[in-house]
């Protein structure tokens, strides 16, 4: 009796084997990946990401990515893989507000400081001041030490 | 003193100590965060200096949270062989993080309920585990630990695609919601095909509980979310606790159902099963997986105390190759000799198991 027991393997591989998978099921996934991308490498040979050096030959080889702006280079790839594989096309979830209102920060304290020794430069000492006051008060915002060590 | 592996596994559990659920369907629950560094490649594309860069940046501000301040940190190729397998066995890391090498490793804390990998797929992967079904438990859980993260970890994120990670199947949400459930009658009267349709209809996924590529060895699966963009984590926490609460209703009515056609075919099966643990000379891990689901069957159905099912959720973990040749402190044993001890170690424990009575409460559930 108990061998009956043993029997009954529903792992994901035995249980595409044997159809029990749905085709709306997780191997699917793995497919459409595979299937998107097969008409494609010809047209978009030549692409490759910036940042990580990935070509979309690669991500076809092991369906993973290089790096973050793997998604911006091959947005044309990926946008109608991800529609077919999500329930929808736009994240609907948790935002990690912190590091959001950080990196916000950090691009403002960025320009402040591209615009400060621009002042600095053409001579316009008024708004270097204002500039300089900006930057205190972005700087504290963002819990760093009042004043730049430059 | 910072924890050791071997004080680790000695430790109380989560999963193999905590007694104070009695579920009789669901024996745990996990949700899983897949989360990456924004100016870095994902790991499988970086180079060894950048792993070990990510894995000193990442595990610092892991050790810095409060759910794992006391854990134990490790280096995956800094620990022996046999003790990447139980923690793989523990579900505690992935089999893919145990065969990588440069860069790659875990914190855990102590009851083993909180564990984070770094430089598998992704640069994090957060996990917390729950005994039972505490679905909204665990997320509450790993929602904390993962906002103390990005205080000053900075993610991957989109507006648009949500948490970027290294496979677009995990894109969005970065969330996977799992229970590990225990289907007895489901297998037995065959209607698993059936019960796998109808998750997949459902955007859900079912497969075996030791992962890809093994066998459902103890009636044992895991079922979890198959899509993460598009829907928020919380609205797949309530879907798929309605998909596992329907299994749960299932198996229930499969189980009554095994009773009433067939009376004695339950308690021959279980009282069987309980034979071979208590007399046994020689079990194969997948035989033990079979007969320890057997006896939890038997908990469920009112043959044993409840208490039990505590006792035999440890069994089930350390019953597997690696947990048997830890034990043992022999290092190389063949699987015969594995056998061997498995059944020893079966037979002491089930010397004090309390000889079950057929006549109770049948339907009870
Ligand atoms: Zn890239
Ligand atoms: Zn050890």
Redesign the interface.
Known sequence: ??H???K????????QA?G???P???SL??LL?KASLNPEPDTVTGLRCE??G?TPEEFKK???????QC?ETFTDI?SP??DN????????????????L??QLHDRLHNLETSLSEAIKSERYEDAAKFRDEIVQVREEAGLAPTPTS | MPLSIDNLISARAELTDNSSTKCPVVLMTRIRLARNLASHNFPGRAQAVERREVFAQCREAVMATKALKRGVSMAVNELEPLHRQVLVERHLISRELSNSSEGAGAIINKDQSVSVMINEEDHLRIQVLRNGLQLKRAWNAIDTLDTALEGTLDYAFSPRLGYITACPTNVGTGMRGSAMMHLPALVIAGQMEKVVRAVNQLGMVVRGLFGEGSDASGSMFQISNQTTLGESEVDIVKRLQNVLQSIVDHEMNARAKLLETNPAKLPDKIGRAYGVLKHGHIISSSEAMNLLSLVRLGVDLGYFPDELRTGIDRLFIEAQPGHISHRSGQKNLNSEQRDELRATHLREEFANFTTPGYASAVGEN
């Open positions: 009796m108990n009956k027991v043993h009954v393997d529903l792992c994901e591989s035995c249980a044997k029990v998978t749905d709306s099921g997780f996934a793995d990946l940042q990580c990935f092991t369906g993973r990515f290089g790096c973050p998604y990926v893989m991800l594989m999500h329930k929808g096309t736009v994240h609907v979830g948790k935002v990690p507000e912190r590091a959001l950080r990196k």
